[in-house]
């Protein structure tokens, strides 16, 4: 049967959040959490399926992106408030637990969440980004890069070159995307290469080339990837870009200090002892996992890690599906099969 998709929003003094909400209300649910520069609608091809397996599949508009608060200091963006926010989610719909799948920023909150509240999880499930214990930052991943792609004479800070432009040139940075969002949607969400593969990603040149694009430049004019977004996804995204701008999305690279300190009050917690799902992207040169370490604090830190590859690149979610939802949902009668 087909699912409908309901829009809804928990309003509080603290934040406002609005989201999608799919399935039976008495389900178990599973929530997804989306990164940068993203909407609830990047979980558009997996609400109705797992609705379909009997989830109760929510996806916020996180802090900061579409009809959720945009707030105004880079602190309100740090991952405490961030966590703060799920949990009151949560809360609101009425269960204790849920699965929380997290893609790109969205999966430093899901790994949060399993360290700070591992009470309120069945499982995580990771797509790229994998669990760095620390919290995700420059410091706490390079010393996991590729140096033989990544030379540290000409790339110090390797693929993550891109994080010390936003803490360095912030406004630069922000500007940049804000110039032209259509242009910058129709250039960053676009399938996988596996020409990619082996090459410094573009997120390596960044303070090297004076901004994203160059110094003071916009996006470049690329036609839209048809094979990752319709007109009307594109227009979406690209309307709640330019409303919101991204101050509030660029804000969450702006917390490395206060995400670590949160981290560290959840030491004891690091070992992750759920079930944990993490989906390599093949051709994901930015969170790439398949040849450098970038894995090993996690295979390190999880007791019950199932690991799969899905040949997309980093927007797994949007690029292959069918794919992912296989994966999901294999994961999920193998670790949840009681819960229905």
């Keep these: 049967m087909p699912q409908t998709i309901r829009e809804l929003s928990l309003r509080s003094d603290r934040h406002t959040s609005f989201y999608l909400e799919c399935g039976n209300p008495d389900g178990v649910p599973m ?14 091809h997996q609400l109705p399926v797992f609705a379909g397996l009997g989830f109760r599949a929510v996806a916020p508009d996180m802090r900061g992106y579409g009809r959720s608060r945009v707030h105004p200091r880079h602190e309100d963006y740090a991952l405490e408030n961030i966590v703060t926010d799920m949990i009151e989610l949560l809360d609101a719909l009425g269960a ?4 929380w799948v997290g893609h790109d920023w969205g999966s430093p909150v899901v790994w949060a969440i399993a360290q700070q509240h591992p009470d309120r999880c069945h499982g ?18 390079l010393p996991y890069a590729d140096r033989n792609l990544y030379p540290e004479d000409r790339f110090p800070a390797a693929q ?3 994080m010390l432009f936003y803490r360095e040139n912030f406004a630069a940075a922000h500007r940049a995307f804000d110039a032209d969002p259509r242009a910058f949607v129709r250039l960053a969400f676009r399938a996988g290469d596996a020409a990619v593969v082996g090459q410094p990603a573009m ?40 409303r919101n701008g ?20 959840a030491r004891a917690n690091w070992q992750l002892k759920l ?32 690991e799969t590859i899905v040949d997309s690149g980093h927007w797994m979610a949007q690029e292959q599906p069918v794919a992912l939802n296989a994966a999901l949902a294999k994961w999920c009668a193998a670790q949840f099969g009681g819960l229905f």
């Design 31 to 44: 929530i997804f959490v989306h990164g940068w520069p993203e909407l609830s609608i990047s979980w558009r």
């Design 96 to 99: 204790e637990k849920a699965v």
């Design 124 to 141: 995580v499930a990771s797509l790229c980004a994998p669990y760095l214990p620390e919290g995700l930052s420059v410091e706490s991943a």
């Design 160 to 162: 993550w070159d891109y």
């Design 203 to 242: 997120t390596a040149m960044v303070r090297a080339q004076g901004g994203w694009f160059g110094p003071g430049a916009p996006a470049p004019a690329l036609p839209r990837d048809e094979t990752v977004l319709t007109q009307a996804d594109e227009d979406a995204y690209t309307e709640a870009l330019t």
């Design 246 to 265: 991204f101050f509030g999305p660029d804000s969450w690279y702006m917390n490395a200090p206060a995400n670590a300190a949160y981290a560290e009050r």
């Design 275 to 306: 079930p944990v799902l993490f989906a390599h992207a093949r051709y994901d040169n930015v969170c790439e996992t398949l040849v450098s370490r970038l894995a090993e604090p996690m295979r390190a830190h999880c007791t019950n890690l199932t």
